[in-house]
């Protein structure tokens, strides 16, 4: 009997080692990776005349150094896992630095406020939840000129507008589709996170994007309430306001790229601004990029309220990560309009012509 239970006991704590070995094997065999990213980019600004926030009257004109002259300085980590069958976990941190005084820039004003959401890949798409962009925002960053430069780019006008509403979205899920055909959709819904409302702060966008060969075609919308628990950021990310774009961009097999589109921006109580705008990217060399573009905006409230804004820069590329850039911008204020030239220390700007330029260095990691 005693030796009948001790053939029973081994055969059981074979099967359990087997089992327990299986499942340590499924766990190893999970390919996951983790990635630390981010961008350092530095500048020195000049603007031949500036707004004084205190007062709105011309202040003079400045010479400063500048965080983040051509992109957003920041860092963040990147991680998926194959968890097979062509399914996928991944998920995004991402911070907004600045190198000026180190502080938080680039985002909404929190720790990680730029990007943390958590999402699943599969061939049917993805889905993503958390802080994350907005269909509209990146609809606008595929046909922008100067690929949303922080200096004389459609994205000063878009934060001119708007500030990092539709940006940063916090709250939010939103789902991508494969590409079918050259055809890619977006849709995305923010839930306002206050009790007892379901309408403050909740915002919703989409966008469909057409790519062949050369050709990209996109359109968006977006929608959005004020309120709701994002409105705490310490950056506005919930004005109340109205989005629609449509562009077109065409890359040459000689490298020269050329992109239009036109913006919406409907503040709620305020502004009813269109925005056109057009321009090129062309690189001479390996090493070597130009691009120049105009952008027009006019409110549809008032016809006296208009302003162009042209920019140009040119980047030299010392190695695949780090970059020399200059920059060259004029604006053109009318009415009430006060659309600036850079991201930092120059959003807004005043009445009349202003005149700028930045200088800078840029590295990624």
Excluded at 188 to 208: E, I, T, V
Excluded at 263 to 277: E, M, P
Aim: charged content about 10%; overall charge neutral.
């Amino acid at each position: 009997m005693l030796q009948r239970d001790n053939i029973g006991m081994k055969w059981l704590v074979r099967c359990l080692v087997a089992a327990g070995t299986m499942g340590t094997a499924g766990v190893a065999n999970a390919q996951s990776s983790v990635t630390l990213y981010g961008i350092v980019d530095g500048s020195i600004l000049y603007t031949s005349r500036t707004m004084n926030m205190q007062t709105g009257q011309n202040a003079g004109h400045q010479f400063s150094f500048t965080d983040s002259g051509m992109t957003g300085s920041n860092f963040g980590l990147r991680g998926t896992e194959d968890l097979g069958g062509g399914l996928h976990a991944v998920f995004a941190l991402e911070s907004g630095i600045s190198v000026a005084n180190g502080k938080f820039n680039n985002s909404n004003g929190n720790f990680f406020g730029r990007q943390a959401w958590i999402g699943m890949e599969s061939p049917y798409g993805t889905v993503k939840a958390g802080l994350q962009y907005s269909p509209f925002f990146l609809s606008l960053y595929h046909t922008d000129p100067r690929g949303m430069s922080q200096f004389g780019s459609g994205l000063v006008s878009y934060v001119n507008n708007v500030f990092v509403t539709g940006l940063f979205n916090s709250n939010s899920l939103t789902y991508t589709s494969p590409e079918i055909a050259g055809i890619q959709a977006m849709g995305m819904f923010a839930m306002g996170g206050a009790a007892g409302n379901f309408q403050a702060g909740r915002q919703y966008s989409a966008s469909l994007r057409y790519h062949i060969t050369g050709l990209t075609l996109t359109g968006a919308l977006y929608s959005g309430n004020a309120g709701g628990s994002a409105a705490s950021t310490p950056v506005p990310g919930t004005v109340e306001f109205v989005g629609r774009t449509l562009g077109a961009s065409y890359r040459f097999p000689n490298s020269l790229t050329i992109s239009a589109s036109y913006a919406l921006y409907k503040v709620a109580q305020s502004f009813d601004n269109s925005v056109y705008s057009g321009g090129l990217s062309y690189m001479l060399t390996p090493y070597l990029n130009v691009d120049a573009g105009v952008w027009y905006t006019h409110d549809g409230n008032d016809g006296g309220n208009h302003s162009l804004m042209a920019s140009s820069g040119l980047q030299y590329y010392l190695s695949k990560r780090t970059t020399l850039y200059g920059q060259l911008g004029y604006v053109y204020n009318h009415g009430r309009m006060d659309t600036g030239l850079s991201i930092n220390n120059a959003l807004f700007g005043v009445t009349g012509s202003t005149v700028g330029a930045s200088i800078g260095m840029r590295h990624l990691f």
